[in-house]
T-cell receptor
Framework: GQQLNQSPQSMFIQEGEDVSMNCTSS?????WLWYKQDPGEGPVLLIA?????ELTSNGRLTAQFGITRKDSFLNISASIPSDVGIYFC????????????FGSGTRLQVQP | EAGVTQSPTHLIKTRGQQATLRCSPI?????VYWYQQALGLGLQFLLW???????NRGNFPPRFSGRQFPNYSSELNVNALELEDSALYLC???????FGPGTRLTVT
């Protein structure tokens, strides 16, 4: 089945630093999504990518849909303490099962 | 516009019992997706309902089942609960899959 490898598993950084994380897959996806999850809550959609090569920003967040359609990257610039949480990538094959395949998450901690 | 709602927030059951979890999608959304998130792990797809029909299911045993009602709300039923069923159960609404806050199920 489809699997997503997300890295790094965790990061501990200083406030103000930039952060990069990525996901790779053995399968092609037609949509890539990035979510953030705070403790005890459901994931919140940050960025959605629909086309290979697409680069999309949402404030300090920038994500890219890889050219091969098998990978995606998320960058956070000038991190702040509220960026703390778990970031998940997710891929979607449309049409198909239309359910998301999730990466295992990147736990981000920001030292003020 | 109200978001995805789930109830109850927490549910504690003993092994062998049945659990029922509920979800209401965003108004106008016809699809509901259920995911299981075990502690410290990613989300695993459970079930997808659309227009009242089960469209697909993940790699879970048959004791995980559910249904979707005419108003597009959905129920997830877990029979013969096992300890490893303890997890956060998340429901997502169609479109770009907006998630509810989840139901924390604890099996003792």
């Amino acid at each position: 089945g489809q699997q997503l490898n997300q890295s790094p598993q965790s990061m501990f950084i200083q406030e103000g630093e930039d952060v990069s994380m990525n996901c790779t897959s053995s399968s092609i996806f037609n949509t890539w999504l990035w979510y953030k999850q705070d403790p005890g809550e459901g994931p919140v959609l940050l960025i959605a990518l629909y086309k290979a090569g697409e680069l999309t920003s949402n404030g300090r967040l920038t994500a890219q849909f890889g050219i091969t359609r098998k990978d995606s990257f998320l960058n956070i610039s000038a991190s702040i303490p509220s960026d703390v949480g778990i970031y998940f990538c997710a891929g979607l094959v449309v049409p198909g099962r239309r359910a998301l395949t999730f990466g295992s998450g990147t736990r981000l901690q920001v030292q003020p | 516009e109200a978001g995805v709602t789930q109830s109850p927030t927490h549910l504690i059951k003993t092994r062998g019992q049945q659990a029922t979890l509920r979800c209401s999608p965003i108004s106008g959304h016809t699809s509901v997706y259920w995911y299981q998130q075990a502690l410290g792990l990613g989300l695993q797809f459970l079930l997808w309902y659309d227009e009242g029909e089960e469209r697909n299911r993940g790699n879970f045993p048959p004791r995980f089942s559910g249904r979707q009602f005419p108003n597009y709300s959905s129920e997830l039923n877990v029979n013969a609960l096992e300890l490893e069923d303890s997890a956060l159960y998340l429901c997502a609404s169609s479109g770009r899959q907006y998630f509810g806050p989840g139901t924390r199920l604890t099996v003792t």
